[in-house]
């Protein structure tokens, strides 16, 4: 359980996986806001506190590179773990993003690299 409940952004074009993560999340104790494309992933990117984004990568009209691209320029300082099911991206994607992981490596995996992202921006 995480000791403050951190605003979390889901985006992915899949609503039974975007639902999936989102109860998840609830459950790890995150509060969590979602997103089915791109463009309304960043308009919620921009307008709420959010803390860390949970981005898929395959999504139509804009891949989860281009909307890591653009909240790196609207806030650079928020962590991105991109989801794929796809292995092996370009280079100017994945480096665009904290983490990266396949959707094959389940809530676990996930759960601890949320928690690792979190823990690597705390101010000592």
């Known amino acids: 359980m995480t000791?403050?409940?951190?605003?979390?952004?889901?985006v992915d074009d899949e609503l039974i996986g975007l639902r999936v993560r989102k109860?998840?999340?609830?459950?790890?104790g995150y509060r969590v806001l979602t997103a089915m494309d791109g463009a309304s992933g960043l308009r919620i990117f921009e307008t709420e506190p959010v803390e860390a984004v949970v981005l898929d990568y395959s999504m139509p009209g804009m891949h989860?590179?281009?909307v890591a691209?653009?909240?790196?320029?609207?806030k650079p300082s928020?962590?991105?773990?991109?989801?794929?099911?796809?292995?092996g991206l370009p280079a100017e994607v994945t480096s665009l993003v904290n983490l990266y992981m396949t959707k094959g490596e389940g809530a676990p995996v996930l759960l601890s690299k949320l928690e690792a992202l979190f823990q690597s921006i705390k101010t000592p």
């Open 69 to 74: 691209g653009r909240m790196r320029q609207i």
């Open 78 to 87: 928020i962590p991105i773990l991109l989801l794929s099911a796809y292995l």
């Open 64 to 66: 989860g590179g281009e």
């Open 3 to 10: 000791e403050t409940s951190h605003l979390i952004l889901c």
């Open 23 to 28: 109860v998840l999340l609830e459950r790890a």
